[in-house]
């Protein structure tokens, strides 16, 4: 019976491929697979619960994207305690926690300087989006085309969520599926690396960083990675040799799933080329930013989460933001930040409007237009800080888009199964498209057509 249950854990999984003989199968291997399971349901169903609310049917249903053996999970929810236990086939436990304003953390370790944490509220207001919560500026057309996009993804089982179009500063059409609202909190997942961007940002306003700071860990001190310096993880070229594969045992999911701090995880990396030289898609290097933050911004879970409160939450109203972090108290600046469509947006028309906000700077000087250019790696210069870009910048014709049917100043947020902000310098828009899309959302062809631009 054991042998069954190990070979249908190996075939469901999918994460590679199964050798016919159990006897091939490293122990350690089984261990990692059950402990990246069971991290992956607890976080996921915990936040899906009491962040945004969703149905049982719809926790299942979106673990089975990722993995057939999810179905197989046991999920016990405790909601007085506000907590999920899960367990696979009886072979080990991971549990997560939710705090209100904080969102749900692993129990890896000891988490208790999380309850202390004094929150900072957000005040619902009726002022109109941006300033609040309210929209009046619906376009007909726009509206039309976006509901009619919206029902066709979901026909073609993209499964589109929220679909949002800002023009000139304003909510022009929103349409969502089913089950969600403008209040729904979604998970960004990749897209909290732009997030960290910002914070970042943030932090070189006033004068807590700079882009060419390097000696930033004690751990580097007597090393060669002391020459990282911030540019260098924020457009992913530090060098570090982090493994990015989504592979049980491997950085990032021991990252995600198994790890007191997230970024001790990518700290422990070794340096295996020069930094600047070479774009290795990393969320390890976004979570050592997370770290960065968390130490310059006063070196506790308080001073961290006040510091994101009073510069990023409460000068954009987002009312409908959940920053999560670890046990550790450090943000999982890579993965778990969960937004309405129309707080999303918010970040958007920040970036938009080159940091700043209603006349209050809340990016350094500069910082968004540095976002946007391109890195100087050998092998992909289409990445910005934290941000994919549409052009490499390079020569003087744009022969090289990613989205070829986009304009060549378009760069987007993107996350995992999909989830989207585009920003259009050039027409004064953003878009943003949250779902739970199996496999590749088409956002070339689709927002050329949301944007009547085909």
Not at 128 to 133: A, H, K, L, V, Y
Not at 299 to 310: G, S
Not at 404 to 430: E, F, H, K
Request: charged residues 20%; aromatic residues 10%.
């Amino acid at each position: 019976m054991k042998k069954f249950v190990f070979i249908s854990i190996f075939l469901a999984l999918g994460f590679t491929a199964f050798s016919t003989f159990v006897i091939k199968i490293p122990p350690w291997y089984l261990g990692s697979a059950v402990e990246t399971a069971t991290g992956l349901g607890a976080k996921v169903a915990c936040s899906g619960r009491y962040v945004s609310g969703f149905s049982d049917q719809r926790i299942f249903d979106d673990l089975a994207v990722y993995s057939p053996i999810t179905r197989s999970l046991d999920l016990t929810f405790d909601d007085e305690q506000s907590s999920v236990d899960v367990s696979l086939y009886g072979m080990g436990s991971t549990s997560a926690k939710y705090r209100e304003g904080l969102g749900c953390t692993l129990d890896i370790g000891d988490s208790s300087a999380l309850d202390a944490i004094a929150l900072h509220s957000i005040d619902d207001n009726n002022a109109e989006w941006p300033r609040g919560n309210r929209i009046s500026d619906v376009v007909v057309e726009q509206q039309k085309i976006t509901d009619k996009l919206l029902k066709q993804d979901n026909t073609e089982n993209l499964d589109t969520r929220a679909l949002l179009v800002v023009k000139s500063g304003a909510i022009v059409a929103e349409a969502y599926a089913a089950e969600y609202d403008e209040n729904t909190k979604f998970l960004g997942w990749s897209m909290g690396k732009s997030i960290t961007s910002i914070l970042i940002g943030s932090m070189i306003h006033q004068g807590k960083l700079t882009l060419n700071d390097a000696n930033l860990f004690a751990a580097w001190d007597n090393d060669e990675r002391a020459n990282i310096r911030v540019e260098d993880l924020l457009t992913m070229t530090s060098g570090l040799g982090f493994d990015e594969t989504y592979m049980p045992g491997s950085d990032s999911t021991r990252m995600l799933f198994a790890a007191h701090s997230a970024s001790s995880v990518a700290l422990t990396s070794p340096l295996v080329k020069p930094p600047s030289e070479y774009f290795a898609y990393s969320s390890g290097t976004t979570n050592l930013l997370s770290r960065l933050v968390f130490q310059r911004a006063g070196n506790t879970p308080q001073a961290n989460h006040d510091y994101f409160a009073k510069q990023i939450l409460t000068p954009l109203s987002l009312q409908n933001t959940i920053f999560e972090v670890d046990a550790s108290g450090v943000f999982v600046g890579s993965s778990y930040i969960y937004a309405s469509a129309r707080d999303w947006a918010k970040f958007g028309l920040l970036l938009l409007n080159n940091g700043d906000w209603f006349g209050q700077r809340i990016l350094a000087d500069g910082y968004v237009t540095k976002m946007q250019e391109a890195n100087a790696s050998q092998n992909e210069a289409r990445y910005g800080f934290q941000l994919w870009l549409n052009s490499d910048g390079i020569g003087k014709e744009d022969t090289n888009l990613r989205w070829p049917n986009l304009p060549a100043d378009a760069y987007m947020m993107n996350g995992n199964r999909s989830q989207l902000v585009l920003v259009i310098p050039s027409l004064s828009t953003v878009v943003v498209r949250l779902g739970w899309t199996p496999g590749r959302y088409p956002s070339n062809e689709k927002f050329a057509r949301l944007l009547s631009l085909d």
